[in-house]
């Protein structure tokens, strides 16, 4: 399975980005995916869910309101809408491949180990 992040750009503070996601070589559609984000000197940290269904979705508290993700399943692809931006949202941001067909909550979305295939990621850096 690959993963293809793409969309990340230079943005000032209080802008819109949207990353996009395509996975090839391998099955899409019955698994769950998430987007993480490592921040230079930090660890990665979860950002976002969207279960396999695309009905569930689960956001960290940190961009919950601001940030949306959705599937399009017929395009093998996962996005995740930006919106206001801020200088803290810079980092690199990864899309993964949650382990398990049809998983539900477990493993959890929200913990990295959860996922067995990740992009390449992609950088957003947000200017004040």
């Known amino acids: 399975v690959q993963l293809q992040a793409s969309g990340g750009g230079l943005m000032q503070a209080g802008g819109s980005l949207r990353l996009s996601c395509a996975a090839s070589?391998?099955?899409?559609?019955?698994?769950?995916m998430g987007w993480f984000r490592q921040a230079p000197g930090k660890e990665r940290e979860f950002v976002a869910a969207i279960n396999w269904t695309g009905g569930s979705t689960y956001y960290s508290d940190s961009v919950k309101g601001r940030f949306t993700i959705s599937r399009d399943s017929a395009e093998n692809t996962v996005y995740l809408r930006m919106n206001s931006l801020q200088p803290e949202d810079t980092a690199v941001y990864y899309c993964?491949?949650?382990?398990?067909?049809?998983?539900?909550?477990?493993?959890?979305?929200?913990?990295?180990?959860?996922?067995?295939?990740w992009g390449q990621g992609t950088l957003v850096t947000v200017s004040s």
């Open positions: 070589g391998g099955t899409f559609t019955n698994y769950a």
């Open positions: 993964a491949r949650k382990r398990g067909l049809y998983s539900g909550n477990s493993p959890p979305y929200r913990e990295s180990a959860s996922y067995n295939y």
